[in-house]
């Protein structure tokens, strides 16, 4: 009998305790689920040593949506960082709680290195993204880079390497492409078209073109060295386009020459 008494005792001290517990956990869920609990500032910070653009307040409230007035305890903050990073202009994103009411979103912006196909950007990660390119400022002149899917690292690592070697001669490049069957086209700043070939490492399971790129600069650099004497003996006269796929040398084609141009040239 006393052992049948203690055994009484000791479930209803479990009940009573579960029913405390059921009710401070039922007061705790429902205190932090009142108003003055709901996130009502929105801290917008550019990530270290950066600075924002074209992210505003507004651009993430509307990332946000409904979340923006949720509840500071309940918010899934990593939900609200996907939701973020699929807004425009934006490659990162940092989210955190700030007592009382606040989220704090670090942002690490799109940096835009050029045009992308045909209405997206390509970023100096070589990355390719979407935004309105409408809020480019007027003054910046990106070029235009096109490439078959999966391929922009390659494509913007290949631009690097041109616009490196015509830097010297005052050039820039307008224009690469790489086409379909993995062969380059390019427009130089001062409307030259460059046609160079396929590219060597399109052919190797290195998607990031490392392997063959030696083959690929010596046809550019035997065009570069060969630019001041080939533009000294034209006199002149421009160059429309430039073939540099055979293996000894080159061709060229000019531009047909105007009448002013004739007569410039006449001794």
Avoid: C, K
């Avoid at 992210?55 to 923006?68: D, E, H, I, R, S």
């Avoid at 007027?138 to 690592?157: A, I």
Wanted: proline residues 7%; hydrophobic residues 45%; aromatic residues 8%.
């Amino acid at each position: 009998m006393f052992a049948e008494a203690r055994l009484t005792n000791l479930i209803a001290n479990l009940l009573a305790l579960l029913a405390v517990l059921s009710i401070v956990v039922g007061a705790v869920v429902w205190t932090i689920r009142r108003p003055y609990f709901s996130i009502s500032r929105i801290e917008l910070a550019p990530a270290a040593g950066s600075t924002l653009q074209y992210v505003t307040p507004l651009n993430l409230q509307t990332a946000l949506a409904g979340q923006v007035r949720g509840n500071f305890f309940l918010m899934d903050l990593d939900a609200a960082r996907r939701r973020i990073e699929a807004a425009p202009w934006v490659r990162h994103a940092v989210v955190r709680r700030v007592w009382p009411a606040t989220l704090q979103v670090r942002i690490e912006e799109q940096q835009p290195l050029a045009y992308w196909n045909e209405n997206q950007m390509i970023n100096t990660w070589g990355e390719a993204f979407t935004a309105n390119q409408g809020e480019l400022p007027d003054d910046l002149d990106l070029p235009q880079l096109n490439g078959p899917v999966n391929s922009e690292r390659l494509v913007v690592q290949r631009y690097a390497e041109i616009a490196r070697w015509f830097a010297p001669l005052g050039l820039s490049v307008r224009e690469a492409t790489l086409t379909p069957r993995y062969a380059w086209e390019v427009t130089l700043s001062d409307d030259v078209r460059l046609t160079l070939g396929r590219d060597p490492a399109a052919d190797v399971a290195d998607p990031h073109g490392r392997s063959g790129a030696l083959p690929f600069a010596a046809r550019i650099e035997r065009f570069v060295q060969a630019w001041p004497e080939l533009t000294r003996r034209l006199g002149g006269r421009m160059i429309a386009s430039a073939d540099l796929r055979y293996p000894n040398g080159f061709a060229i084609t000019l531009s047909p020459e105007t009448s002013a141009s004739s007569r410039s040239t006449r001794p």
